[in-house]
């Protein structure tokens, strides 16, 4: 993969592309929240509301299947981490910019900064709503002390491979995705036309498998957030 200017801010350095394209991703979501939610109605809802409706109830299917219910802070925490990580997951599809093997755009989750910052983010709000659920000490016991002390290393190993499973999965996916993307676009301008011609259904094949593949992604990684977060609220 190409290189990419780095931009330090407080000590900190951050790739370009995956600033820029995250700052996108997030503009995206809450465009399309405010899109769907503009002139709610009950009698005749707008397209845009149906197809809120629609993923909302299809989160509360994944609550209702792993937690047994859906309340609103589950739905939300849901919701977020499904639409963040789909439109994350496809922005990285429609063109490439890369200038003197300088990377200008890519998908967020092609960064596996991105992807672990989301998979501990997951794994923490499992631990904040099970203090919420059980109080602290509660939740301590209950997590890892239960039946003995003897489960606490166990249970810390667990989440270590949880988080890393989750970050490396949506990771992998995705960075593999734009690699042959990036690719199909080199060997289309080897013998340009002649290649340009081949290489052009192959390219849009892929990203059209792309999409799929990133709608199954982001449902994976809501779905296991639910599962994880399960064991931690239950009492």
Not at 10 to 29: P, R
Not at 54 to 68: A, K, N, P, Q, R
């Amino acid at each position: 993969m190409e290189e990419t200017p780095l931009i330090r801010f407080f000590g900190l350095s951050f790739n370009f592309n995956t600033l820029i394209s995250t700052i996108i991703v997030v503009l995206i979501v809450l465009a399309i929240c405010l899109w769907t939610s503009r002139q709610l109605s009950l009698d005749r809802p707008s397209k845009a509301q149906v197809l809120m409706e629609y993923i909302i109830e299809f989160v509360e299917g994944i609550c209702d299947s792993t937690l047994g219910q859906h309340q609103p802070i589950y739905v939300i925490l849901g919701l977020t981490f499904l639409m963040f990580i789909f439109v994350s997951n496809l922005i990285g599809l429609p063109f490439l910019l890369v200038s003197e093997h300088y990377s200008f755009w890519r998908s967020p989750t092609a960064d596996p900064i991105v992807t672990v910052s989301l998979a501990v983010i997951s794994i923490l709000s499992g631990h904040i709503l099970g203090i919420k659920t059980n109080g602290l000490g509660g939740h301590l016991k209950q997590f890892y002390a239960s039946p003995n002390i003897l489960k606490a290393p166990i249970q810390i190993l667990e989440e270590t491979i949880n988080t890393t499973t989750l970050a490396l999965r949506l990771y992998g996916n995705i960075f593999a995705g734009e690699v042959l993307l990036g690719l199909i676009a080199s060997f289309a301008m080897v013998w340009f036309p002649i290649t340009w011609g081949a290489a052009l259904p192959l390219q849009l094949i892929w990203q059209g498998f792309s999409v799929f593949i990133g709608a199954i992604q982001a449902y994976i990684f809501t779905t296991l957030t639910m599962v994880y977060l399960s064991h931690k609220i239950s009492h």
